[in-house]
């Protein structure tokens, strides 16, 4: 019967494409695609030519009926997002609750996701970790979300794009304190991989003295709080600040 194939695609290396993934985008009726051109020249590099359907954010609810019909008429779609594991923080988890709501068999061709690539070579602890994808983009926002962070035991995983990250750095030594250590991976598996590793206050300034270390794609690894006073410290101090806003 059909099955929907969710296709993990490289994350910058294009090497690491597997023989897998390129099996089952050749086999598939079609590919469903974050940004169709971007998956046309990644499947020309690999001389396959599928039809393209999109499915972004913007269209997904009103997608999904229709790729359902396909898949119960017999199809086999694969999903693929412009880089890495579709559903971490892509499009694609409408169809795959659909797909599964109407008893369609789904299943995963697993690769690179750049969050678990970071978290393999950061040197933190990675038998217990929470992935919070993107923070908010407005800062109060942001603020909020990483003081309710500041005592999360777990190994935080971050993703962060270049024209954020210097705020993102400022706001976690306010909220985590300049000492808690952290992990900078940027541009995994191309030209430019950097690794940086330092408490939270060293890579501020490190970022922010390097123009360099400001561009690509970047995952932020941070250390979970240890269960000791300094969480209950952040957090008595976040707590007084919030306070203080509102004194007169
Ligand atoms: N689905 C993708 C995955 O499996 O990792 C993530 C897609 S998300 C829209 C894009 C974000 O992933 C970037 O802003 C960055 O935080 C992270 N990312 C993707 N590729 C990366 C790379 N080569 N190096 C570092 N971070 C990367």
Do not use: W
């Not at 490289?10 to 051109?37: F, K, N, Q, Y």
């Not at 926002?141 to 993102?168: D, K, M, N, Q, V």
């Not at 561009?215 to 957090?235: M, N, P, R, T």
């Amino acid at each position: 019967s059909a099955t929907l194939y969710i296709v993990a695609t490289p994350i910058g290396h294009l090497g690491d494409m597997s023989p897998r993934a390129l099996d089952t985008l050749r086999g598939a009726a079609a590919v469903c695609a974050e940004d169709t051109r971007h998956t046309r020249q990644l499947l020309a590099h690999f001389g396959i030519e599928r039809p393209l359907l999109a499915l972004h954010q913007h269209n997904e609810d009103a997608q999904v009926a229709q790729l359902v019909q396909r898949l119960l008429a017999g199809e086999s779609l694969a999903l693929v997002s412009d880089a890495g594991t579709p559903l971490v923080s892509d499009p694609g988890f409408r169809l795959v609750r659909a797909a599964r709501a109407a008893g369609i068999p789904v299943s995963p061709v697993p690769g690179a996701c750049a969050a678990i690539a970071a978290l393999s070579v950061a040197g933190l602890a990675s038998d217990r970790f929470a992935f919070e994808g993107f923070l908010p983009a407005k800062a109060g926002a942001r603020r909020e979300r990483l003081a309710r962070l500041a005592s999360e035991p777990r190994t935080l995983i971050f993703y962060e794009s270049a024209h954020r990250i210097e705020e993102s750095l400022a706001d976690m030594v306010t909220a985590f304190g300049t000492d808690r250590p952290a992990v900078l991976a940027r541009e995994l598996t191309k030209l430019f991989e950097t690794v940086l590793d330092g408490s939270l206050g060293e890579l501020r300034e490190r970022v922010a003295a390097d123009p360099n270390q400001r561009k690509g794609e970047f995952v932020l690894i941070v250390e979970g709080a240890g269960d000791d006073a300094d969480a209950k410290i952040i957090e008595g101090r976040r707590l007084y600040a919030k306070l203080a806003e509102h004194l007169p």
